[in-house]
Structures are given as C-alpha cells and as structure tokens.
C-alpha cells in the first residue's frame, strides 16, 4: 500500500502518519512515503523517526537507511548518520544505482566533520575520509559536484598534483555543461577549478559572473565563499575573490531615546537628532553591505533602522514585548511624528520579532531580555555567514547604566572584547546649551497580580526531556526504569555545579529550570552524555534506551504551587519550551534561538550551536528556528 495523497504540511503529514503508524502490516515503502514527505517539509526530526522504525522492520532496505542517514544529517547529528551510512555503503557494490547518492552523502558528513573537528589528527582524517569518498563518486557518475569537492580535498591533502588533474577535468566537464550564466552553481565550480590549478584572473572572472547572477541570495553566496575561505590556506589569490565574494556585515544596535519633556538630565535633546543621523551616516558607509539587529525605541533605534533601510539593507527588529504596550512606553510618549516614524520603520523591516508576545506588565527586566537576543541573533547570523560583526552604539557614557538600557548592553558587548563603534552624546550635545529634558512616563502600567501580590516575571531556562521507547516498556521494566534511570538522573544533579532551581517528573517526562542558559547548557550535555555512555541492559532496560531534550529561554512567572506545595514555574514560554522535546532526534538536544541566542551572547566559548532551521513544533504550536546544541570540540 503507497500513500496516493502528497502531504501539503506537517500537520496533515502527522495526522496522517498516526492512522498508519499503529498498523502493524506496513510495507518499507510506507515508511519511505513519509519519511520523504517529512523531510521535504523540513522535518528530518519527525522524518527520522519515521524511517528509524522502518529500518527496524526492513533492515535491509537500503532506501530507508539512506534517508534516515540523511535526515539525520540534516538534524546535525553528523556522527550517527555517518555510522548508518557506512555500514550500508560496506554491503553494496558500484553497480547499485543508489550507490553514488550514498557515496556523496558519506563525503558531504566526512567534509563536515573535518570543518568542525578542533584536533588536528581528526581533521586529517576526515579530510582523507571524504576524499575516499567524493573520488570514489566522481569516478563512477562524472558528476562536476563530487568532482569539484575531491579536487579540494585533494588540495587540503596536500596532494596538488592530483587536486589539479581533477580540477582540469572538472572545468573541461563545466565548460561542456555551461550554457546559461544564471547557473550561478556551475559558475563557481568553474572559479573554484581555475584557482586550484592556479588560474587566478579565470577564477575571479568566473566568481565575478556568480556574483553578477546570483543576486541577492546570501545563504548561497556564503556557501560559495566558504569553499574559498577552506582554500585560503592553501592557495594564492584568493583575498581578492573573497572581497569580491562579499556578504553582508552584521550590526547589533543599541542607543538611547530622545528627551521627553520635563527630563531631569540632559541626555539625546532633540535638537541633536540630524547630528546624531549624520554619525550614524558616516559609520555605515565603510559597509558594502549591511545585515541590521535592533529595537525601535523612539530617538536613536528610529534613526539608526531609518539610515539601515534607506541603504537597502536588512532591518530585523526585535520588540521586548507586544507591540501596543512597546508603542504606549517606548515611542508615543515622544508624539505622534514618531509614532509615524516607528510605523513606518516596522512596515520596511525584514522581520520583527519579539521577546515575548505577552504584555509589559512592568517588567524592565524584557528590555535587557530583547537586548541581549539582538546580540545573540547578530552574532549567530555572522557566523552562518562567516561574517563580521560589530555593536553600534548612541550613547552617553557618563549617564547611569540602567539595566537593559544601552550602556549596559554595551558593557556586556566590550566585555567580551568585541568590536563596537560609539557614537559619544556627550560630544555632539557640547556645541549646544544645557536646555532640561524629562524622562519616561510608564503610567498606568498593568501588572500580573496573584493572591494580592504583584507577579513579575524573570529570565529563565526551561528543559524538557524524556525517555525515548518508554511506551515500549513493559509492565515489569517499570522498576527498573524509576529506580535505574531516575537515580542516574539524580546522579547528574549532584554532580553538576549548578544544579537546577526546579525538577519535576511525571511518567518519564522531566521539567526543569535553570536561573541561566550556561548552566542549562552544562546540565542539558552531561544529562545526554550520561544516557549514550550507560549500558542499560545491566540496569535491566533496552539497550537502546535514549532521550529527547529540548531547551527554551524566557520570561516565566514563578510562585508557589497550590498542589506540590512548593514554587513552580509557568506562562507561555514554559510551553514553548514543553514543544521543542517531543520534534527532537533521539539523542540530541534541540534548542530555541532565544537560547542559542543567549548562550552566544555570553561568550562562554564552551558550547556551539548548529543551525537547524525553522521547525514545526509540537501540537501545532506554530514553528520556531531550531539549533542543536552540543560541546565546542564536539562533532555529533
């Protein structure tokens, strides 16, 4: 029986999938439909799941295994999915049609793993692995793809004179395939062959021809200028092809507010508005290209995003909370040319995004909250870009550094020695007199009361984990998995150094909070290192026993439970945080940007997290952009 029916979204696809999945005839091909279908929705997550029960049934089925390789790939899970496919590419002959797809993957995982791996013995072996690999391809298919990448292994390798061979016969391969420019692909196959056989002016006029072609896509043109940047070591000429190759810098924002009437202090008066544009003017225009992360606050965010966006660059603006009660404390209170402004700014803007969607409430503590994800999104963006980024600040260094507010945002970027560019108030208001200005009027703010008493909300870090296969257990497992895999959980939370603030279980779930996203993080990998390293037949489970974990930052509520008679936590981010785990590969630990933003945004050099892409959540919780979070010197 194949599915007739083409899923159109993940929802139908899981709708579905359950009235298949408790059957107990499926055939392999079944499996395959959906698995397929999920991973062309951008669910590898779900997709794995699917086809790892397939392979279970079908072990032999070499279709199943070569997208659960690939969608475990695609969920950065490189080592597992390299496992799978090896030991599949072992039992199959060059004559299998399947056979090269397996042998491209298996070079793409090995090339992946040698751009993450820090010890320099495991690059080198990864290198020689996806060269194997990537050669083996090319020699069966002829295929540019596979080629152009076993040329630049070979290079890596130190092999030049075989780098160059392949790169001749890639470019004679091209040459015969290219017909139309705007096969910006085959373009900078050609640029990447020139240069490993050392024709640099060919190169650059072929990359010249990307870039005249490939618009304004700068996903693709990252990924062009990553092959450059892995041959940078190795060969000549390429600093001029990378500065051809440009992508966009990327600025995190950050500067005070206009003075409203009746300010206490002199800090932005109005009559500095165009000196401010001017500087901000000036400080762009070193940029070719500019990727934009800020509030829009009246006063200095306005202006700055204003500048941004008649520059044709990206605006991603992030709000603290929703926008109406932003609106009342952050840009009304100046007037209604303002409010036009910030209107008019937010209609422009290339995403606006919020720290939370709920209220104010008087809780200051969300505008250092969206501070810091403007930081963590502008570094994670650079970095998917391998781009640089800087913070530019409008700001008054002698003013008091108010939390959330623009010194202390600043403060925290140089304290992680970044580069920052400032534009000095205290300079600009010195050739005018100290006219008096008045401060922010947050009146008749509402607030979250309970039991008499005002709630507010705080930054935290929730993690939701379970035990993958425990519907499976048996009736007589069940000791074994309170007693067993509990009390190794239990193991973890001594050990750890900062332990959570909360746990809860239920069945095999687990709810935890964390004051931090760094201790979550600690908690989330030795939690997941503990599981893969325990052998669980001796503690009287399956041996591939397994967890989900799924992790959010935000602001919760916290007060005492009126049922476990101690402080629990709750509000909207405690379910977000509850719809990451369930859409997790088993294994893994999937985490929200907020997060990941946070943890960039720290400096902790300890964790990294891999992009994953916006991903469906659970229950039809809308979707969200997922990272995987594993160890700095860790590859899967």
Same mark, same amino acid.
């Given at each position: 029986m194949m599915i007739t029916a083409h899923m159109n979204t993940i929802d139908e696809l899981i709708a579905s999938w359950h009235t298949h999945s408790n059957q107990t005839d499926l055939s392999a091909d079944i499996f395959l439909s959906f698995g397929v279908q999920a991973?062309?929705? $951008?669910?590898?997550?779900?997709?794995?799941?699917?086809?790892?029960?397939?392979?279970?049934?079908?072990?032999?089925? *070499?279709?199943?295994?070569?997208?659960?390789?690939?969608?475990?790939?695609?969920?950065?899970?490189?080592?597992? =999915?390299?496992?799978?496919?090896?030991?599949?590419?072992?039992?199959?002959?060059?004559?299998?049609?399947?056979?090269?797809?397996?042998?491209?993957?298996?070079?793409?995982?090995? /090339?992946?793993?040698?751009? *993450?791996?820090?010890?320099?013995? *495991?690059?080198?072996?990864?290198?020689?692995?996806?060269?194997?690999?990537?050669? /083996?391809?090319?020699?069966? !298919?002829?295929?540019?793809?596979? $080629?152009? @990448?076993?040329?630049?292994?070979?290079?890596?390798? @130190?092999?030049?004179?075989?780098?160059?061979?392949?790169a001749k016969q890639i470019s004679e391969i091209c040459i015969k395939q290219h017909k139309t420019d705007q096969d910006y692909w085959l373009l900078a196959t050609l640029g990447e062959a020139a240069l490993i056989q050392g024709n640099y002016d060919e190169a650059i006029s072929w990359y010249r021809k990307v870039m005249d072609n490939i618009g304004n896509k700068t996903g693709d043109i990252s990924s062009i200028r990553r092959q450059v940047l892995y041959l940078n070591v190795y060969v000549k000429g390429c600093d001029k092809i990378l500065d051809l190759l440009q %992508?966009?810098?990327?600025?995190?924002?950050?500067?005070?507010? %206009? +003075?409203?009437?009746?300010?206490?202090?002199?800090?932005?008066?109005?009559?500095?508005?165009?000196? %401010?544009?001017? /500087?901000?003017?000036? &400080?762009l225009k070193q940029f070719h290209s500019i990727i934009a992360y800020s509030s829009a606050a009246c006063g200095s965010d306005i202006i700055f995003l204003e500048a941004i966006q008649e520059l044709k660059g990206q605006t991603h603006i992030v709000l603290p909370f929703v926008q109406q009660d932003f609106i009342d404390t952050s840009v009304s209170i100046a007037g209604n040319e303002w409010l036009k402004r910030f209107h008019t700014v937010i209609g422009k803007a290339t995403s606006v995004s919020y720290a939370t969607r709920e209220g104010y409430l008087g809780d200051d503590s969300l505008f250092a909250?969206?501070?810091?994800?403007?930081?963590?999104? &502008?570094?994670?963006? =650079?970095?998917?870009?391998?781009?640089?980024?800087?913070?530019?600040?409008?700001?008054?260094?002698?003013?008091?550094?108010?939390?959330?507010?623009?010194?202390?945002?600043?403060?925290?970027?140089?304290?992680?020695?970044?580069? &920052?560019?400032?534009? +000095?108030l205290s300079e600009l208001r010195s050739v005018f007199s100290d006219d008096q200005y008045l401060s922010d009027n947050q009146s008749n703010v509402k607030s979250m009361k309970y039991d008499g008493k005002v709630l507010s909300r705080q930054i935290k870090t929730m993690m939701f984990a379970d035990c993958v296969g425990f519907s499976r257990l048996g009736e007589e497992s069940a000791p074994s998995f309170f007693i067993n895999f509990l009390g190794q959980i239990s193991r973890v939370i001594d050990n750890v150094n900062i332990p959570p603030v909360f746990s809860n279980t239920w069945g095999d779930g687990l709810f935890m909070v964390f004051d931090d996203v760094l201790s979550a993080a600690e908690f989330a990998l030795c939690l997941r290192e503990m599981v893969i390293e325990t052998d669980w037949q001796q503690h009287g489970l399956p041996d591939d026993t397994n967890i989900r974990i799924g992790m959010h930052t935000g602001p919760v509520y916290t007060t005492k439970?009126?049922?476990?008679?101690?402080?629990?936590?709750?509000? !909207?981010?405690?379910?977000?945080? =509850?719809?990451?785990?369930?859409?997790?590969?088993?294994? =893994?630990?999937?985490?929200?940007?907020?997060?990941?933003?946070?943890? !960039?945004?720290?400096?902790?050099? +300890?964790?990294?997290?891999?992009?994953?892409?916006?991903?469906?959540?659970? *229950?039809?919780?809308?979707?969200? &952009?997922?990272?995987?979070?594993?160890?700095?010197?860790?590859?899967?």
């Open positions: 991973l062309e929705l $951008g669910h590898p997550y779900l997709a794995y799941d699917i086809l790892k029960k397939g392979i279970l049934l079908y072990p032999d089925n *070499k279709n199943l295994i070569y997208r659960g390789a690939l969608a475990l790939a695609r969920s950065g899970s490189l080592f597992t =999915a390299n496992a799978l496919l090896i030991n599949l590419i072992n039992k199959l002959d060059e004559s299998d049609p399947i056979f090269p797809d397996l042998l491209s993957l298996a070079g793409r995982l090995a /090339k992946d793993c040698w751009a *993450k791996s820090k010890d320099v013995r *495991k690059k080198n072996e990864f290198a020689r692995q996806s060269l194997h690999f990537y050669k /083996k391809a090319f020699d069966i !298919t002829n295929d540019y793809y596979p $080629g152009i @990448n076993a040329a630049t292994l070979s290079l890596i390798l @130190n092999q030049n004179t075989e780098a160059g061979l392949i %992508v966009p810098i990327v600025i995190a924002f950050s500067g005070h507010m %206009v +003075d409203l009437p009746n300010r206490s202090e002199t800090r932005f008066p109005v009559n500095l508005e165009k000196d %401010v544009r001017e /500087k901000i003017d000036v &400080s909250y969206a501070n810091d994800l403007i930081q963590g999104n &502008s570094l994670l963006k =650079a970095e998917q870009l391998n781009s640089h980024v800087i913070f530019l600040a409008v700001a008054d260094r002698a003013q008091k550094n108010d939390i959330g507010g623009t010194l202390h945002s600043l403060g925290l970027w140089e304290g992680q020695n970044r580069e &920052s560019i400032v534009i +000095d439970d009126p049922i476990i008679k101690r402080n629990n936590y709750f509000g !909207t981010h405690v379910n977000l945080a =509850a719809r990451i785990e369930p859409i997790t590969t088993p294994g =893994a630990i999937f985490l929200t940007e907020q997060s990941a933003s946070m943890l !960039t945004a720290s400096g902790n050099q +300890d964790y990294a997290c891999d992009y994953l892409g916006l991903t469906e959540l659970a *229950k039809k919780y809308g979707s969200d &952009s997922l990272y995987r979070l594993r160890r700095f010197d860790s590859i899967d």
